[in-house]
């Protein structure tokens, strides 16, 4: 079991349910952290290997494992 | 030191058009560098005579003080600046070891303003900014920098537990690209979009480094106060081959489709000629605007990635990226900098001079724009995108 930070893009149609989707994202295990209405996108954490089910939930078009960032001076 | 010639910058889009403006403004016998081939610089100008830069919208002159006052005084001129030649030394006191050797003159700052505000055309634009807001998603912004005492600036920490002070400097850096003031306390203007509101959001901590949860959660408040420019100088490297990441496309579609654009930039992990990496994430993205860095020859940086990578993996845009003087948190006040992050601020300022100049240029409207507001470089679009980004007049 790993759990990895997630943020979920919800589809451009499903956006006013993004609260029924986090729902449903929940009983995969996937722990809640912000809902980003305006731009469509959930974050928290799940489970590495139940990211493919959420991958294929409904109003779902996108999952990424979180990433990290640097300023890009030379 | 000067040479006794002068540079002068041609409005974008003349080509070679440009040759007989000159020559009925200012009686000048114009000859086109591509007659030349490479061989051009060898070539002794005499008095009253140039040499038509077509691609670069430049040319190299030898005008009488008659000739320079004719084409600084005659309205729709196709000069936009007239700038002595310099002499430039290989071993100056000013460090000019990342700059490109190269046949185009090394520009410097002057008392004016900046080399990337004149190389940008930011010192003639007519426009400032008013009125439109601009994000700036970084390590936030000293709040007490007296070069922003006057500004309408919104402020937000999403780095939990830390507040929006920018204790690191890159993002008082990329601000003060942008947005900085028309007459700072000291030195010369630095700032693209000296009248535009500010909204900043700590989105990286003092370290400049950060995670996916803090940048869309920057995103999302930079689109819901109606930015309509967000500029996120920071990025994620990625492998030859890679894709760009699906969330931050469908997040910036519709960012652009609720009026924002965001612009990142290129970054830094090439190391020209021998070594080029492609366009990093958020870069890699098609609706987000990606920036490479130039040095003061207007060459591609060597640290500049590249476009490597299709869809979306392509440079946009390029702009002012070595030797970029801007704010600093106090006490320093100043610092210069290099990178594309301080590219990217260039093409989120002139992008807010667009929004003034056109009040419907939004979201989408805006990005055209912007891509079309460029002047060409010898340097490939896989290094420079479509060119030098420029401020509209």
């Known amino acids: 079991m790993s759990r990895v930070n997630v943020a979920i893009a919800v589809a451009e149609e499903a956006r006013l349910g993004i609260y029924e989707i986090a729902a449903a994202c929940r009983a995969f295990g996937f722990q809640h952290l912000a809902t980003l209405a305006d731009i469509g996108v959930l974050t928290g954490s799940a489970e590495l290997e139940m990211l493919p089910r959420i991958r294929r939930l409904p109003g779902v078009v996108a999952v990424e494992i979180e990433r990290e ?4 001076r030379h | 030191m000067h040479t006794g010639r ?29 007659d030349f081939g490479r061989g051009f ?15 670069l919208g430049a040319a190299l002159l030898c005008a009488d003080p008659q000739q320079t006052q004719a084409l600084a005084a005659r309205a729709g001129a196709p000069v936009l600046m007239l700038e002595p030649e310099r002499y430039v030394r290989a071993h100056s006191l000013q460090d000019v070891s990342a700059d490109a050797s190269g046949s185009m003159p090394l520009l410097d700052d002057t008392p004016s303003g900046t080399w990337g505000l004149e190389a940008t055309r930011t010192l003639t634009s007519r426009y400032s900014g008013e009125g439109v807001r601009v994000a700036i998603l970084d390590t936030g912004l000293d709040l007490g920098h007296p070069d922003f005492a006057e500004r309408t600036i919104v402020a937000q920490s999403f780095v939990a537990g830390v507040p929006v002070d920018d204790v690191n400097g890159h993002g008082t850096f990329c601000a003060g690209v942008a947005c900085g003031p028309r007459v700072p306390s000291q030195g010369p203007r630095y700032g693209v979009a000296p009248a535009a ?6 989105v990286l901590n003092d370290d400049a480094g950060g995670i996916d949860g803090n940048v869309l959660a920057g995103i999302e408040w930079a689109v819901r106060s109606d930015c309509a420019v ?13 894709s760009y ?29 021998d070594t080029i990496a492609p366009v990093e994430h958020p870069a890699n993205c098609p609706s987000v605007v990606a920036i490479g860095a130039l040095d003061r020859r207007l060459a591609v940086a060597s640290f500049s990635n590249g476009g490597l990578n299709p869809d979306g993996g392509e440079i946009d845009l390029a702009a002012p990226g070595i030797c970029i003087a801007s704010a600093a948190p106090r006490p320093a006040l100043y ?17 807010a001079l667009l929004a003034e100049a056109d009040l419907f240029a939004r979201g989408a409207r805006l990005r055209d724009l912007l891509l079309k507001s460029f002047m060409a470089l010898p340097d490939p679009p896989r290094d420079v995108g479509a060119g030098l980004v420029q401020a509209p007049q």
Request: positive net charge.
């Open chain 1, 69 to 72: 960032f640097h300023g890009k």
């Open chain 2, 245 to 273: 990441p699906e969330v931050y496309e469908h997040v910036a579609a519709r960012a652009l489709a609720a009026g924002s654009m965001l612009i990142a930039p290129a970054g830094n992990e090439s190391q020209r000629p």
């Open chain 2, 6 to 34: 002068q540079l002068a910058l041609l409005r974008s889009g003349l080509g070679s058009s440009a040759a007989r403006m000159l020559r009925n403004a200012a009686g000048l016998r114009m000859a086109l560098s591509s």
């Open chain 2, 335 to 351: 610092q210069t900098g290099s990178g594309t992050s301080m590219a990217a601020p260039f093409a989120a300022g002139i992008a």
């Open chain 2, 230 to 242: 967000i500029c996120l100088s920071l990025g994620s490297p990625v492998a030859l081959g890679d």
């Open chain 2, 41 to 55: 610089l060898r070539t002794p100008l005499a008095p009253g005579e140039g040499v038509l830069f077509e691609r």
């Open chain 2, 197 to 202: 509101d500010l909204c900043i959001a700590k």
